[in-house]
T-cell receptor
Framework: QQQVKQSPQSLIVQKGGISIINCAYE??????FPWYQQFPGKGPALLIA?????SEKKEGRFTISFNKSAKQFSLHIMDSQPGDSATYFC????????????FGTGTRLQVFP | EAQVTQNPRYLITVTGKKLTVTCSQN?????MSWYRQDPGLGLRQIYY???????DKGDVPEGYKVSRKEKRNFPLILESPSPNQTSLYFC????????????FGDGTRLSIL
């Protein structure tokens, strides 16, 4: 019940295209859903986060879509750029205890010119 | 510059030889955590600490110890390392305010032979 399932494992997108990464969770008590971006040799860094009281959150080219009834959320990267090439992790936690982050298994995104 | 610093960045050692990975943050954060990252498994929490002298187990604590004697430092101790502890380790910290993101260090790659 604590799992967060992430897909796909890897993704290749042409420059300018849309990258979509999906996550599904089981614990209905989770109420904080961040996405982290990780470049090679670096630690993960928070990209964008959402709480389940909204269905969508957009920051620049990055959008989280949230479907509470389906227990799914996804990251959309519009106009993907080579600089977006990184590993992306979704995560979930209880908002009062965001130290107990449960991470997905990660998606390696490659954006080709 | 606000940062989480881990040392060493790389270590190759042998089974049974005690080692310590240090973690220090300069943001006066109360919360600190340790994660391990393995291919196909994402990041899994080892231990976390809510403040000085307060620590708790994460999802994969077996074989690890931690201590929090000072607010800025949170070392990870492997008393008797084994090959299954070969992994990429990350330390993270965050402030106490609800939904504050975790700030990660750049990682320590441990190889236990």
């Amino acid at each position: 019940q604590q799992q967060v399932k992430q897909s796909p494992q890897s993704l290749i997108v042409q420059k300018g295209g849309i990258s979509i990464i999906n996550c599904a969770y089981e614990n209905t008590a989770f109420d904080y859903f961040p996405w982290y971006q990780q470049f090679p040799g670096k630690g993960p860094a928070l990209l964008i986060a959402i709480r389940p009281d909204v269905s969508e959150k957009k920051e620049g080219r990055f959008t989280i879509s949230f479907n509470k009834s389906a227990k799914q959320f996804s990251l959309h990267i519009m106009d993907s750029q080579p600089g977006d090439s990184a590993t992306y992790f979704c995560a979930a936690s209880l908002s009062y205890n965001t130290d107990k982050l449960i991470f997905g298994t990660g998606t390696r995104l490659q954006v080709f010119p | 510059e606000a940062q989480v610093t881990q040392n060493p960045r790389y270590l190759i050692t042998v089974t049974g030889k005690k080692l310590t990975v240090t973690c220090s943050q300069n943001m006066n954060h109360e919360y600190m955590s340790w994660y391990r990252q393995d291919p196909g498994l994402g990041l899994r929490q080892i231990y976390y600490s809510m403040n000085v002298e307060v620590t708790d187990k994460g999802d994969v604590p077996e074989g690890y110890k931690v201590s929090r004697k000072e607010k800025r430092n949170f070392p990870l101790i492997l008393e008797s390392p084994s090959p299954n502890q070969t992994s990429l380790y990350f330390c993270a910290s965050r402030a106490t305010t609800v939904n504050q993101p975790q700030h990660f260090g750049d990682g320590t790659r441990l190889s236990i032979l």
